[in-house]
């Protein structure tokens, strides 16, 4: 067991251009979360899938944020058309679906940068 | 509105001696509560949990306490060591899996 890990690790991108992160799961998490982070911030939850379906969006996945799951393993988050204010931390999460508290294990995290 | 608050931004130790970390929650439906512990440039790494039908939960030097009616959680490192020194987050569990942390404690440990 791996962990999860994230790719990239860091991001520099300039406003207005696209990115794509990608998060591995722990192999036999069906569960998977989006978090973002900023300074002096604890994580704030983005967007969860079970499985391939992604089943809450929080309303801070504005509609340049678009994320997936397509087979249930790994995740990859895109952010089109980057602004300031989407510099962050973007943490990736998982966890198996075992009674109602299942604990989250988290990735190392993307740190962003747009300038 | 912050629903898990920790008012201490930082907090120094010495080593040897006890560390408390403290967490107010203001939802009373939260039953689930959990302490990560960060170091940079890592991602939240899992500490302990405890379920609202406890008030204690002990791992190791690491105990953490529940007080239902005064919607506050504490986090007792004994003793603290050097390697304690990261940022601690609580967080609360809304519904089945929806983590709000709060905004963290960062503990120092002084040898």
């Known amino acids: 067991d791996t962990g999860v890990s994230q790719d990239p690790r860091h991001k520099i991108t300039k406003r207005g251009q696209n990115v794509t992160f990608r998060c591995d799961p722990i192999?036999?998490?069906?569960?998977l979360y989006w978090y973002r982070q900023t300074l002096g911030q604890g994580p704030e939850f983005l967007t969860y899938?079970?499985?391939?379906?992604?089943?809450?969006k929080s309303r801070l996945l504005s509609d340049r944020f678009s994320a997936e799951r397509p087979k249930g393993s790994f995740s990859t988050l895109e952010i089109q058309r980057t602004e300031q204010g989407d510099s962050a931390m973007y943490l990736c999460?998982?966890?198996?679906?075992?009674?109602?508290?299942?604990?989250?294990?988290f990735g190392p995290g993307t740190r962003l940068l747009v300038l | 509105d912050q629903q898990v608050k920790q008012n201490s931004p930082s907090l120094s130790v010495q080593e040897g001696r006890i560390s408390i970390l403290n967490c107010d929650y203001t939802?009373?439906?939260?039953?689930?509560f959990l302490w990560y512990k960060k170091y940079p440039a890592e991602g939240p790494t899992f500490l302990i949990s405890i379920s609202s039908i406890k008030d204690k939960n002990e791992d190791g030097r690491f105990t953490v306490f529940l007080n239902k009616s005064a919607k506050h959680l504490s986090l007792h490192i004994v003793p603290s060591q050097p390697g304690d020194s990261a940022v601690y987050f609580c967080?609360?569990?809304?519904?089945?899996?929806?983590?709000?942390f709060g905004t963290g404690t960062r503990l120092k440990v002084l040898a």
């Open positions: 967080a609360a569990i809304e519904g089945t899996y929806k983590y709000i």
């Open positions: 939802n009373s439906m939260f039953d689930y």
């Open positions: 899938f079970q499985n391939e379906a992604q089943l809450e």
């Open positions: 999460a998982s966890s198996s679906l075992a009674g109602a508290a299942e604990t989250q294990y």
């Open positions: 192999s036999e998490h069906n569960r």
